[in-house]
């Protein structure tokens, strides 16, 4: 039987299909080998060797960890964070991290499987739309720049919401060009099973950045409004929009009616005001509107370095254009981009979800500039010849720079300073030599500068481990178990700070005094919790058990003052944390 297709969609968006005129021997060409071996190499090598970060990764490993704990199916719809209610986030990935729970046991590596898988999925999804497009190694050179570049791969090692709303936000955009490209109905449906799951995994956002793209993308390539209303009606399939509220929708009927308060704080605080900066509690960063674009050129670091290249290389096109493809791509990551850019909220991860578009864009670039040419083209080099310039001033810098007397860290058995000297300049040495290879050889190319990406992600990875004690309890939490086994752990005003703590100690902890904006709401929706109590509450606790206070170094001097400070008998530094215990 014949698919059903949406002509009209078609006939609007439809490019038309051009042969491939490139001289030969100038084809790109990456291994697909060398694409999985990179993806797998930067996203799982090492990814359960660091502890639970503090603050957001503490945050949602410990709400799946209460899920599985609980019994109670309450929780799985209203999550908990430290035994209060927390309703900031859909629950897609905290029921992902639970089934990982259930199936590997909680450790670092289970924590960090749903954002690890999320990003090997957009490496595939890279492929495979490359393929569908008709240009597999463009697909194949983007999904080795996603995959490797620096900002991603540390996103792709850490629990958060993004790297998941990434996979599920690409999925429904390449779904939806081939919808209007194609215009079979299988695809517009798979684009909202996608876009249900991207709703699920961060809220309405998925909507707002989905709709921009598309809707932008549809006005420019129509040639009236009668037919850009034509290719909107499309988009009303009955299957495909009972399709998003049989998986969008449950849950958010569930939740308003499992806590009364869940429509105003999750639609109207989490969302609208997020947006215009007038959330409460204010804790988010806000910058300019330049914030996100530095930040750029970080995420895919060293790829993004190739755009000097393509500047160099400008008038050398030898490849027929697909000008529908091309405005895609820059509208799939420019949106989002601008979006938040203009939202009063603002954090460095919210960048990773543009990455896989920016990624397929700047190898389309590159492909259509031809610079797998000849030998001796020293565009290829700019790329390598930059960064070990820059790497090269910093290891410089850092080499004329006065050692601190306070910087204890040991990286590599390294102190901070050596081991900056050390990475710059071989970032540096590692920078001219992939520059010359990819001057001097066609064949490879600037795929030599996958060694500039490995060299930095170990460099990354090393500061990490050596870094631990400071942004991480998994240390506190080992001492706490082995010397401290009966006593009941405080911790003093802020939470995410400690936030991995309750995670390894398997258990709700109490907070004094708390300045906790994550409890902020939890602690509102149920005031008599006994999990955040006020100093007289430790005080008489205090009378009648063995208590130990986990505080910050910086607020030391704050505990000193509080009445029952000279009770305690002892104290042990661990990090930047200060056990105090009677």
Avoid at 86 to 102: D, G, I, N, R, V
Avoid at 103 to 108: A, I, K, M, N, P
Avoid at 537 to 546: D, E, I, K, L, V
């Amino acid at each position: 039987m014949k698919e059903m297709t949406y002509e009209g969609i078609a006939a609007c968006y439809s490019p038309r299909r051009m042969p491939d005129r490139r001289r030969p021997g100038t084809r790109l060409y990456v291994p697909l080998w060398l694409v999985w071996a990179a993806a797998f190499s930067f996203v799982l090598i090492g990814l359960g060797s660091s502890g639970i970060l503090d603050n957001n990764e503490g945050l949602y490993a410990e709400i799946p960890r209460e899920m599985l704990a609980s019994h109670d199916w309450r929780i799985w719809v209203i999550p908990h964070l430290n035994g209060l209610p927390y309703m900031e986030k859909p629950p897609l990935l905290y029921w992902l991290t639970a089934l990982s729970f259930s199936l590997f046991g909680e450790s670092e590596w289970s924590v960090r499987a749903v954002p690890a898988l999320s990003s090997l999925a957009c490496v595939a999804m890279l492929l495979w739309f490359g393929r569908a497009q008709g240009r597999p190694q463009v697909g194949r050179l983007a999904a080795l720049m996603f995959a490797s570049g620096i900002g991603v791969a540390a996103m792709s090692r850490v629990l958060m919401f993004d790297m998941l709303l990434t996979a599920m936000l690409t999925a429904a955009l390449m779904c939806a060009y081939r919808f209007l490209t194609e215009g079979a109905l299988r695809w517009v449906r798979w684009t909202y099973v996608f876009l249900a799951l991207a709703v699920l995994a961060k809220g309405f956002v998925a909507l707002v950045l989905f709709g921009l793209v598309v809707l932008i993308f549809m006005f420019g390539n129509t040639r009236s409004p009668s037919a850009f209303l034509r290719g909107c009606l499309g988009w009303f399939e009955p299957w495909g929009m009972l399709i998003f509220c049989a998986i969008a929708v449950p849950w958010h009927v569930a939740a308003t009616l499992t806590e009364p308060s869940f429509a105003w704080f999750y639609f109207v605080n989490e969302h609208v005001l997020r947006f215009l900066g007038l959330r409460e509690p204010h804790d988010y960063h806000a910058g300019g509107w330049w914030y996100y674009l530095p930040r750029m050129a970080i995420y895919l670091f060293p790829w993004s370095f190739l755009l000097p290249c393509l500047l160099m290389g400008s008038r050398r096109k030898s490849h027929v254009d697909d000008a529908r493809l091309r405005r895609f791509l820059l509208l799939a990551w420019l949106m989002p981009l601008i979006f938040f850019s203009a939202s009063s909220a603002k954090a460095n991860y919210y960048l990773v979800a543009v990455m896989p578009f920016a990624a397929f864009h700047l190898a389309y670039l590159f492909e259509k500039q031809d610079f797998q040419g000849a030998r001796g083209d020293l565009a290829r080099a700019v790329p390598g010849l930059v960064i070990a310039v820059l790497a090269a001033i910093a290891s410089v810098a850092a080499l004329l720079r006065a050692q601190d007397s306070h910087q204890t860290l040991l990286i590599l058995g390294q102190p901070q300073r050596e081991f900056v000297v050390l990475a710059s300049g071989g970032l540096a040495v590692l920078g001219f030599a992939c520059a010359a290879l990819a001057w001097r050889s066609a064949r490879v190319g600037v795929l030599s500068y996958v060694v500039l990406a490995a060299w930095s992600a170990g460099a990354l990875i090393a500061v990490m481990l050596a870094a631990e004690p400071l942004i991480s309890t998994r240390q506190l939490a080992t001492y706490l178990q082995t010397e401290m086994p009966g006593r009941t752990i405080y911790l003093y005003r802020n939470f995410e700070q400690h936030s991995s703590l309750p995670f390894y100690r398997k258990q709700p902890l109490p907070v004094i005094d708390s300045h906790s904006s994550d409890l902020f709401w939890g602690n509102k929706l149920r005031p008599d919790n006994g999990i955040i109590i006020s100093p007289d509450q430790f005080a008489r606790r205090m009378q009648s058990q063995a208590v130990a206070v986990v505080v910050m170094t910086d607020q030391v001097r704050e505990i000193e003052r509080a009445p029952f400070f000279t009770r305690f008998t002892g104290e042990k530094k661990i990090g930047e944390r200060i056990v105090f215990f009677n």
